[in-house]
């Protein structure tokens, strides 16, 4: 059986890095570099425990046991001869010199708890953006090496060793960009903070390019069929700044929605928008609002905005740094004096009024809600529209006004976004749809700051262009 893996991907699996993330292009050929890359890891390291993990296991068995391809046709051969074995329904392969593929799925949390007294040399996701960050770092746990197992020479520091393969897109969008895309440039190895592993990291584009057995020519103009530019891009090249199916996608223009820093006219109001999160992160917006004073931008030009056109001029999102859509787990009452904090600082500082907030935080347990402690601290908000349908309708809104945006001259109000709020950038324009309800977002994505912002955005009168004033 002749084993060959592409010339990318064989220089950069000979670098230290202990977590790779090769990513990008549809077709790229990502699964089947999995399958190849376990047997002939599999083959050189006698004993050596591979799993390979997909979320669901329709899927698992779909990718990696079916066609022409899959492990059953990979290793017929071996399988005739008995130097192999499949194990259909334990879900294994076996290996010649007792090492084993393990197939496993997560669908759930707490199925992670599974694998809790595994000892992974290698661990595989294959669309790592189906899985949450808490699950990968669980697994992540339980990869290691005894030293009795014979690593030969060439494979010494580079195993044990963590593989995975995605996408741009899914649920798990913003953290596994955040981890690997956003953290250092392509092909560059690095090393992660001591709270996410302290392992190497290195993130690999996957190329349409490499895979052979695909026309990139032929491949290219079936994608152009779908007649949206950023959809081409985002399946064709494997762009982590689009998700194909996102929520704002054919709204979105980061050349045009983000705008540098520029003075706030005195007559524009300012107010704040917030979502509540302890475990998760809270979300903190500022926002300008236009009355159709003309404003001087950044680089000196003028330019008027119809009334009620918003600006996200500054932002405070409250993630565990190195760990996205992890939370502080800061009280109320030190959020608020965080707040305050940063209004300080800035010029239009004392122009802040009071804005909305998630509805939850007014829910009163042990006599006290959350809104009550932030309150006392000097921080007041208003309820956030938050009835049914308000989702829908708020979704609906952002993008009716991102869209204005692209328009020149404007004849609608917009929204932009100053450069400085790099958390808003990093969330909000690569939000997937949910699957099951098309008009609203995955909630099991990083939507902190898109609910913030459709609370500030379902605060203006649709039609009317202006700020219902908030008591």
Known sequence: MRLELHERQSLAFESPATEILYGGAAGGGKSHLMRVAAIAWGVAIPGLQVYIFRRTSPDLFKNHMEGPTGFPALLGEWVERGCAGINYSKNYIDLPGGSRVHLCHCQYEKDVYKYQGAEIHVLMFDELTHFSPTQYRFLRSRVRIPDALPVPKEFKGSIPRILAASNPGGPGHNWVKASWVDAAQPMEVWRAADAEGGMLRQFIPALLSDNPSISEEDYGKSLEGLGRPDLVRAMLDGDWDIVAGGMVDDVWDRARHVLEPFEIPASWRIDRSFDW???????????????GTEAVMADGTRRNFPP???????????????????GLKLLAVEVARGILEREQIHPWGKRVKTGPADSSIFDVESGRSVADDMERAGVRWERADKSSGSRRAGAEEIRKRLKAGLSHPMEDAGLFVFSTCRDWIRTVPVIPRDDKKPDDVDTDAEDHTWDETR???RAVEPGRGYTLRLR
């Open 308 to 326: 009620g056109t918003l600006f996200r001029i500054a932002e405070w999102y409250g993630c565990r740094p190195g760990a996205a859509n992890e």
């Open 455 to 457: 609370y500030r955005c």
């Open 277 to 291: 999160g302890s475990s998760k992160p809270f979300s903190v917006g500022w926002w300008a609002e236009s009355d």
